[in-house]
């Protein structure tokens, strides 16, 4: 049942949406880049990177719907910063303010977002 020996991380996550053009100009506007546009059947599929983490978006009709995935967390060097450039971009964190929780060897400081789609993005500094 180990696969560990064959995984070299995580490849992408996907996100389903019923606003293809919105999902994308969302991500580009964090900063994340268009890497791919495909289509799947009658769906349009773009990937998005930024860094290391690729999102892809579809179109499909489970946008919104409750998963098992609760959030994708995105590491990040000024959280303080990154809260400013969001909220001042009309952006509002679902926590009101930057958070602070005893996690790991130092703690971590974070706030988190809704997307288009109804997805939870966090940012996250690791103290």
Do not use: C
């Amino acid at each position: 049942m180990n696969i560990a020996h064959h995984a070299t991380g995580l490849q992408h996550i996907g996100i389903p949406t019923k606003d293809i053009e919105g999902s994308e100009k969302f991500y580009t506007g964090l900063g994340f880049e268009t890497i791919y546009r495909t289509q799947n059947g009658d769906s349009r599929v773009i990937f998005l990177k930024l860094k290391n983490l690729i999102v892809e978006i579809w179109e499909g009709p489970a946008t919104g719907l409750a998963g098992a995935i609760d959030h994708i967390a995105i590491d990040v060097t000024d959280v303080d910063a990154v809260f400013r450039t969001l909220t001042a971009a009309g952006l509002t964190a679902i926590e009101g303010e930057v958070r602070r929780l005893p996690f790991w060897e130092n703690g971590v400081r974070y706030f988190t977002i809704s997307g288009p789609n109804a997805e939870k993005l966090e940012f996250i500094q690791m103290l």
